[in-house]
């Protein structure tokens, strides 16, 4: 495309008069066109010739040995003139001395940095997958897709920066105490773990019920307070019992104590207090949240209720309000009370296979609790439904006590460090 300077010196001619290539001016953004004959100029158009909105717009490109341009007649960067009227170029020829009539555009050429060019060629090669959407995102998204990419690159930040303290926090304290004491540490929590959820254990006690005293169970002001709602187990008969059974009401331990309930007045009425608290915490123990103050409702003695909330459950803060969660670990130590109630009431020797049933725990888990109260564990053949046998674990509280074993789980520890 042949070019041509203007009397005006401000617009450049771009075209030939005989019609066969298109005419626009073009004005050049940095300044005035000192030697037109060192351009080239290419003309694109939109190939939709259907569409009244785009069969019109034209994108010239402009190049010489050291500089490159580009215009447009549509767009944000285009001429607003264009819309506004058209325009007619008139040429007068020299050969046939008549005046020749063209219709034009007008473009603006803007200066393209080939440094920026260059950049944008490396950060494209560099680039990944998921920066490439995200900047096509930023350019053509829609709102909703431009709102997600912010979030996203909110929590991005979010996330680096608490990583950053955690791991400045890491390194101030790494330095102060050493990571030989760190280790120490840990390993001596970890020894600690079964012990938080477990009752006072009296390792001097000369009979097994002093191993694991009655009164850390319940006070005596707590023990009192159990004769009302014990009473229907203290009066508890045979055909009550069966509806338990067929209405699934009970767990199987507490319906096999209350098959087994002593005859003396005495020893009966403490059994069936024992099996009713018993009762209560494997209820208890079900349930993942207490929502109400009343945790297993009207029938739950005040003195009762207070002692669950407080002993086995933990506060925490939620929607603007305090709640009574029973945690992993507080499941662990209702286990553990339950065991310790279960032995009182058996004479210091369990089925923990059947308890196991009830608390809905495997098998292994109820290992490593009664290993860490350090009951003797052994096996049993015990008749079961249509006449079969399996094998339960039994566990026993006897003296002298074994020495407490860690988990599995610890000695793995271990072994990493």
Not at 30 to 51: C, I, V
Not at 74 to 86: D, R, V
Not at 244 to 256: A, D, L
Request: net charge positive; glycine share 4%; charged share 25%.
């Amino acid at each position: 495309m042949a070019a041509e300077v203007l009397p005006s010196a401000r617009w450049q001619y771009c075209g030939a008069p005989d019609g066969s290539q298109r005419a626009v001016l073009v004005q050049f953004s940095n300044g005035k066109l000192q030697s037109p004959g060192n351009m080239r100029f290419t003309l694109y158009e939109n190939k939709d010739s259907t569409n009244p909105r785009k069969r019109n717009q034209r994108i010239l490109a402009a190049e010489t040995d050291r500089l490159s341009y580009v215009g447009n007649n549509f767009g944000t960067g285009a001429l607003k003139c264009n819309t506004l009227c058209s325009y007619i170029l008139n040429i007068h020829s020299v050969h046939s001395c008549l005046p020749i009539d063209f219709s034009f555009s007008l473009f603006l050429c803007v200066l393209i940095d080939v440094s920026v060019e260059s950049e944008l060629a490396l950060d494209s090669q560099t680039k990944t997958y998921r920066e490439k959407m995200d900047s096509c995102i930023e350019a053509f998204g829609t709102t909703k897709q431009k709102r997600a990419l912010n979030a996203r690159r909110m929590n991005r930040v979010g996330n680096e920066s608490l990583n950053q303290a955690v791991a400045k926090a890491a390194e101030t304290i790494i330095d102060t105490k050493g990571v030989t004491a760190l280790v120490s540490d840990a390993i001596h929590n970890d020894l600690q773990d079964d012990s938080l959820y477990l009752p006072p254990c009296y390792d001097d006690a000369t009979k097994p019920e002093d191993v694991y005293k009655f009164e850390d169970l319940l006070s005596p002001a707590e023990y009192e307070a159990l004769q009302s709602p014990s009473e229907a187990f203290r009066n508890v008969t045979s055909e009550e019992i069966l509806k338990m059974i067929e209405e699934n009401s009970h767990c199987t331990f507490v319906i096999e104590a209350l098959k087994s309930l002593p005859s003396d007045v005495e020893s009966r009425d403490r059994q069936a207090r024992c099996i009713w608290f018993l009762d209560t915490l494997i209820k208890f123990r079900a349930q993942r949240v207490v929502k109400r103050k009343s945790a297993l409702g009207p029938g739950v003695p005040h003195i009762i209720n207070t002692k669950l909330l407080k002993h086995f459950t933990c506060l925490t803060y939620n929607n603007g309000r305090l709640r009574n969660l029973i945690s992993d670990s507080m499941k662990a130590k209702i286990t553990a009370y339950v065991i310790i109630l279960a032995l009182h009431i058996h004479d210091f020797q369990i089925d923990l296979t059947m308890l196991q049933g009830d608390l809905k725990l495997s098998e292994k888990r109820m290992m490593e609790i009664a290993k860490a109260m350090r009951l003797k564990i052994s096996k049993r053949r015990v008749s079961v439904a249509a006449g079969s046998e399996e094998d339960h674990k039994l566990g026993t509280l006897s003296l002298p006590l074994p020495p407490a074993q860690t988990s599995d789980r610890l000695a793995k520890r271990r072994k990493i460090t």
